[in-house]
């Protein structure tokens, strides 16, 4: 019984240790996507930017991936800085769920305050967004 107890408990604790470390990578996966958006940086954005991204503005418009990474690497879209906040990451198995609450930056007087939700899968590259929504919040 002792045993049973045992290897029980192991498992409990080894699954949360996964997800906790799952959770992690996903976070380090939003800072790297953020820096690439500031940054302007097409090869970061393109590791952690899925082939089949669907990409949802604050205002409505939808970009695939080409798009986005097109955006912000040709300057048609400035971001200066962007922050999270009330972040919370709901892991279901290789999928993330991550929604919080952004302001980006695109100049010292243009900021949008959002809430947005990111979705990830996790795959042999490592964590891929394949979507966001984004929907601006009233003043």
């Not at 999928?95 to 609450?101: C, I, M, S």
């Not at 900021?111 to 929907?135: C, D, F, Y």
């Amino acid at each position: 019984m002792k045993t049973i107890a045992l290897l029980f408990l192991t498992s409990v604790l080894f699954a949360a240790g996964s997800g906790s470390r799952d959770q992690d990578e996903v976070l380090a996966a939003m800072d790297v996507y953020k820096n690439a958006m500031i940054q302007r940086d097409g090869k970061a954005l393109d590791r952690v930017l899925s082939d089949d991204l669907a990409y949802t503005h604050s205002g409505g418009q939808f970009q695939d991936k080409a798009a986005v990474v097109d955006s912000i690497v040709n300057k048609k879209t400035t971001i200066q800085r962007i922050e999270f906040s009330d972040t919370k990451v709901s892991l279901y198995g290789n999928v993330a769920l991550v929604k919080g609450k952004v302001d980006l930056w695109h100049s010292p007087t243009v900021i949008v305050h959002m809430n947005v939700l990111h979705v990830w899968v996790k795959r042999p590259e490592g964590w891929q967004m394949v979507s966001r929504q984004a929907t601006k919040l009233t003043e």
